[in-house]
């Protein structure tokens, strides 16, 4: 039996992660894993830049708008459900390739994920009421303040987030951020990981076009259509979020848009510190022809 090889696409939004994958796809006659958290969901298209019709079409994608804004999902049950669709498909395939830039989800997949303290039902609704009564702000400082290393690298505008690395912290009094990186799960196959790499303003400028596409594309429809659902966790997305302050009167749209704009760089920012913290990436320039990465991928394959 030849060894299963899971070739995983890295890298920052807007660097052409779905079109490289789509030639690694075509390239090993293979299918693609999808490992963007925000592309899971049915009702978020444009705002997630889930890949065109024309794209899903050029290889079978996996795990793009499979479920519902209104489902509960979590980065366990991904990785649940991606190693059972791994092993289905490794049943056909050599090489399964796997694209995405949400790094947790990545890393779940790879490594899996790692065991946290359990934490009473208490502190949790403690946090909650912190954040109830006092707002996020509150919860940003004190993460800050007690675990600096992992408020660099995640969104502080995600309150899940911040509750989940502060109730661990207030539970065991040792930083969230010193329970990641523990020991790897055994894996049934070899991964291969490569990223797409830029200059930092060449990044910045692909998302301004982006995000005005998304806009031209109909984004504030898609967001109005959602606004309803705004205290959704799956809403407290780029994208949408700075879209549902324009509605509830608070900014401008022009301001909004920028605001995505610059949301989405900072996304970006945490994303490459993600990425150049994790292990063995391969990394290629995003100008570099698909044909000439899928050369250099096989001899990484062949290893």
């Not at 994958?21 to 958290?37: K, M, P, Q, V």
């Not at 444009?46 to 079978?60: C, H, M």
């Not at 040792?174 to 790897?184: H, M, P």
Request: aromatic residues 10%; contains cysteine; neutral net charge.
């Amino acid at each position: 039996m030849p060894e299963k090889k899971l070739i995983c696409v890295l890298g920052p939004t807007a660097i052409g992660k779905t079109s490289l994958g789509i030639t690694l796809a075509n390239h090993f006659d293979t299918e693609i894993i999808s490992a963007d958290s925000r592309q899971f969901y049915k009702e978020m298209k444009i705002g997630t830049a889930v890949p065109l019709k024309e794209e899903l079409q050029q290889a079978p994608h996996h795990f793009i708008q499979h479920i519902s804004i209104h489902d509960d999902y979590n980065v366990g049950q991904f990785e649940e459900d991606a190693l059972n669709k791994l092993e289905e498909l490794f049943q056909n395939h050599d090489v399964v390739i796997a694209v995405g830039g949400s790094g947790l989800y990545v890393k779940a997949l790879v490594d899996g994920l790692d065991k946290f303290p359990s934490v009473p039902k208490g502190i949790r609704m403690e946090l909650n009421k912190l954040h109830e009564q006092m707002g996020i702000q509150a919860l940003q400082k004190e993460l800050q303040k007690v675990d600096p290393e992992y408020y660099a690298q995640i969104n502080t505008e995600n309150p899940h987030r911040i509750i989940r690395a502060l109730e661990v912290y207030r539970a065991s009094g040792q930083k969230f951020s010193s329970f990641l990186g523990q020991a790897k799960a055994m894996r049934k196959f070899k991964t291969v990981k490569i990223g797409l790499l830029a200059e930092r303003e060449i990044i910045y400028q692909r998302i301004e076009q982006r995000v005005d596409q998304m806009m031209d594309d109909g984004l504030l429809e898609e967001a109005k259509k959602l606004h309803p659902y705004k205290d959704l966790n799956a809403l407290n997305t780029v994208g949408y979020k700075e879209l549902f302050n324009y509605f509830s009167g608070e900014w401008s749209k022009e301001f909004a848009i920028s605001e995505i704009k610059k949301n989405t760089r900072r996304f970006a920012k945490r994303q490459l510190t993600w990425f150049k913290n994790q292990e063995q990436i391969e990394w290629f320039d995003y100008s570099l022809n698909n044909e000439m990465i899928v050369k250099e991928v096989e001899k990484l394959v062949a290893k």
